[in-house]
Structures are given as C-alpha cells and as structure tokens.
C-alpha cells in the first residue's frame, strides 16, 4: 500500500511476517503462551502507534519488535516472580500441545498459524522449569543468546547492558542448564551452512529416534497405571523419579515434589482409585509423547514426562486449569 508521498509501506508488511518469530520467542521467555502472545500483540500495538513516516525510519522492523519484545517480557518476569512468591503449591510452564491439536485460546477455536508456538528442544518442560530458576535477565540474554543466536552486541542494546554483562548473564544460564542435566538448544557455536545442515539431519534423526524410545514407555506406563499394576509402574520409573504437580490452588495437587519411583507409583494407584472415570490419552507434550487425563471429555491433567536410560525420571503434571485452555478440545488429563 502506497503513501501521500508514494512511498511503500513495506516495512509494516514487513513487520507482520515477523509475528511467529516472536511468538515463539516469548513463550521461551515467559513460559506461558498467553502472556507471550499478549507481550507480542503489545509490541505491535506500539509499532501501529507510530506514525508512518516513523515506522518508515525504522530500518529492520524485525529488531525494533524483537527489543521492544525483549523489554515487555523482561518486565513481565520480573512481575511474576513476585507473583510466584504467593503461588499456592508448585508452579509450573503451561504444556503445549501438538500442532494439529492447537486451540487458540477458549472455546476451541483454531489459532493464527502464526501464534503456534514451533516445538524444538527448546520447549521441552525440562528447559522450560531450568529457565523459569533463572533470574528475569539472565532468561532474556540466555534465550536471545543461546536459544536464538544473537550476538552479543546486539542483545546489550536490547537489554541495555554492556556485551561484557550480557556474556557473563549467558554464562550462568547455561551453568544452571547442565547442572540440571537439561536438553535444549543451547551451547553449540555458529558453523558453516554444510555443517549446520548436517547437524540439523542428526538432530531431527535423534529427536525421532528419542520420541519413539519415549512413546512406547509412555505407552507401556499408560497400560500400567491404567490396570493399578504397582510392580509394573515401578519398573519403569528411575528409582529416583520426581513428580511435581501443579494445582495452582485451583484442584487438588500435592504441594511438594514426589521423590521415588515406588513412592510415585503408589501415588499414582491411588489418585485412579479415588478419581475413577479417568481417560489416559497419549499425547505430544511440548515436543514429546506425554499423557493427557479426561473426565467426561474434559481436560484435567496434562503431563509432560523426561526419560533415561529407558525409564521416566520426571514427571510434571500440569492440572491448573487456567494452564490448559488448549487442551479442552482433543487434549486429555493425567
């Protein structure tokens, strides 16, 4: 579309190609995609305040949205933590579903394509809750960094620090993922375009190989849990499991983490014989087989599950029901 001075409006244009690309970038930095849609329809807003002439000045309208993201989400997490503080039991990323599955907010309708968050290692649920122990900048720098390959130059303008700073924020997030253990998409340095491809065919080679290792557990987990065979669900947790549920007050959920395969399995047993009715579904959870619970066609539980070595060490059950609006319709509960 044209000007009074005949001048093209491309950089708006522009500008909405750039929508899915901060999606996905938000969700990484606040873990909610609600909240990251929001700081993203922000951002836009603020673009389409500007007059034209203003946003014609603008040279690469991708960075000015991806800063103006990058401060709103730095300023929502430093919100939420307060928020956190009051949380009532464990707190934990809203699971995502799969992309033919995707719900865009209530009432089941389908979601912009554009607002689909992309599922890589860097929305798995253990990345997730090792970002959520980060501090609001060390989150923003280290998913800017490490997750979507800024330099670091650019990202202290973002963050407005110096790139010494930034560096040394990167450095610390990625401290705090190995010594969670957790996968993502952090670490490696940039390579030549041969190279980069050759590492994306084995990722995706060993992602499918993983997410079929994955589902014939969860499969096996499901059967168990679904006859009440403790010796069984034992058998395929890690003797040191974890499970950590998150209720947020709302329904009822175990206020603290779970710890031991046995004592997970007994667990489980009993919430089925306490709550019968339950559907277990399996279901791609933020990447990777998970299981889903229904009542009645009703989502109740989403839960994503880690696996090594063959048997599940973690498991996070999401029943807070303000986290699983895109799951009331083909979504299940744990």
């Given at each position: 579309?044209?000007?009074?001075?005949?001048?093209s409006e491309?950089?708006?244009?522009?500008?909405?190609g750039?929508?899915?690309?901060?999606?996905?970038?938000?969700?990484?930095?606040?873990?909610?995609?609600?909240?990251?849609?929001?700081a993203?329809?922000?951002?836009?807003?603020?673009?389409y305040?500007?007059?034209?002439?203003?946003?014609?000045?603008?040279?690469?309208?991708?960075?000015?949205?991806?800063?103006?993201v990058s401060?709103?989400?730095?300023d929502?997490?430093g919100?939420?933590?307060?928020?956190?503080?009051?949380?009532?039991?464990?707190?934990l990323?809203?699971p995502?579903?799969?992309?033919?599955?995707w719900?865009?907010?209530?009432?089941?309708?389908?979601a912009d394509?554009a607002?689909?968050?992309?599922?890589?290692?860097?929305?798995?649920?253990?990345?997730?809750?090792?970002?959520?122990?980060?501090?609001?900048?060390?989150?923003?720098?280290?998913?800017?960094?490490?997750?979507?390959?800024y330099?670091?130059?650019?990202i202290?303008?973002?963050?407005?620090?110096?790139?010494?700073?930034?560096?040394?924020?990167?450095?610390?997030?990625?401290?705090?993922?190995?010594?969670?253990?957790?996968?993502?998409?952090?670490?490696?340095?940039?390579a030549?375009?041969?190279?980069?491809?050759?590492q994306?065919?084995?990722?995706?080679q060993?992602?499918?190989?993983?997410?079929?290792?994955?589902?014939?557990v969860?499969?096996?987990f499901r059967?168990?849990?679904?006859?009440?065979?403790?010796?069984?669900?034992?058998?395929?947790?890690?003797?040191?499991?974890?499970?950590?549920?998150d209720?947020?007050?709302?329904?009822?959920?175990?206020?603290?983490?779970?710890?031991?395969?046995?004592?997970i399995?007994?667990?489980?047993?009993?919430?089925?014989?306490?709550?019968?009715?339950?559907t277990?579904?399996?279901?791609?959870?933020?990447?990777?087989?998970?299981?889903?619970?229904?009542?009645?066609?009703?989502?109740?539980?989403?839960?994503?599950?880690?696996l090594?070595?063959?048997?599940?060490?973690?498991?996070?059950?999401?029943r807070?029901?303000?986290?699983?609006?895109?799951?009331?319709?083909?979504?299940?509960?744990l």
């Open positions: 579309m044209g000007t009074e001075d005949g001048r491309r950089p708006a244009d522009a500008a909405v750039e929508r899915r690309h901060l999606i996905d970038l938000a969700y990484r930095m606040l873990g909610a995609p609600a909240e990251a849609e929001d993203v329809q922000e951002a836009y807003a603020r673009w305040a500007m007059t034209p002439a203003r946003r014609r000045a603008v040279e690469v309208p991708g960075a000015w949205l991806t800063t103006v401060r709103i989400c730095l929502v997490l919100s939420a933590r307060v928020r956190r503080e009051r949380y009532v039991g464990e707190w990323p809203e995502l579903p799969d992309r033919t599955e719900l865009g907010g209530t009432g089941g309708r389908p394509p607002d689909r968050i992309t599922l890589d290692e860097s929305v798995r649920m253990a990345f997730l809750v090792v970002l959520e122990s980060m501090t609001p900048a060390e989150r923003v720098v280290f998913v800017l960094h490490d997750v979507f390959r330099p670091f130059p650019e202290a303008a973002i963050v407005d620090r110096t790139p010494a700073a930034c560096r040394q924020l990167a450095s610390s997030g990625r401290r705090r993922v190995g010594a969670a253990g957790a996968a993502g998409a952090a670490g490696a340095p940039a030549g375009r041969a190279r980069q491809a050759r994306a065919r084995q990722a995706r060993a992602r499918q190989a993983e997410a079929a290792e994955q589902a014939e969860v499969r096996r059967r168990a849990w679904e006859a009440g065979d403790i010796e069984a669900l034992v058998g395929l947790l890690d003797p040191a499991a974890t499970m950590v549920a209720g947020g007050g709302l329904v009822g959920a175990v206020l603290r983490p779970v710890e031991g395969g046995a004592r399995a007994r667990y489980l047993v009993l919430m089925a014989e306490k709550a019968p009715g339950l277990l579904l399996e279901r791609t959870v933020n990447g990777l087989p998970g299981l889903v619970a229904q009542r009645d066609g009703a989502t109740a539980t989403v839960a994503a599950l880690d090594a070595d063959g048997r599940i060490t973690r498991i996070w059950a999401v807070n029901p303000e986290k699983l609006t895109r799951w009331t319709v083909g979504g299940g509960t």
